[in-house]
């Protein structure tokens, strides 16, 4: 089973920029789809962005698109979440997922074949 572990969460102001890595423990990490989750207080668990096992492809949510930019580098297995022109609703703990040889729509939509890192906090103020 992979184990992950996020981080690069914290404080930022509105307008501000962090960039969120999650590392993965296990052999052949180019072989997992990889993807973002976020979950603000008394909200549900929401998509934000995946990236494909081969990298060629990437999915965002319709809030996040054109602000956040996911990535990896499978040398060093990890995936990474750049998030510019952060707003107050950005705030959130954030999750990385996993699954190996999935399609997007799988590590999307099916969270409970997931492996889950243990989440980083967002806050962002206004």
């Known amino acids: 089973q992979v184990q992950l572990r996020e981080s690069g969460g914290g404080l930022v102001q509105a307008g501000g920029s962090l960039r969120l890595s999650c590392a993965a423990s296990t052999l052949g990490f180019g072989s997992y789809a990889m993807a973002w989750f976020r979950q603000a207080p008394r909200k549900e668990r929401e998509f934000v962005a995946a990236?494909?096992?081969?990298?060629?492809?990437?999915r965002y949510a319709d809030s996040v698109r054109g602000r956040f930019t996911i990535a990896r580098d499978d040398v060093i297995a990890t995936v990474y979440l750049q998030m510019d022109n952060l707003k107050p609703e950005d705030t959130a703990v954030y999750f990385c997922a996993a699954r190996y040889r999935a399609i997007i729509p799988t590590i999307v939509s099916d969270a409970d074949g997931n492996a889950w890192g243990q989440g980083t906090q967002v806050t962002v103020s206004s």
């Open positions: 990236i494909s096992w081969k990298g060629g492809v990437t």
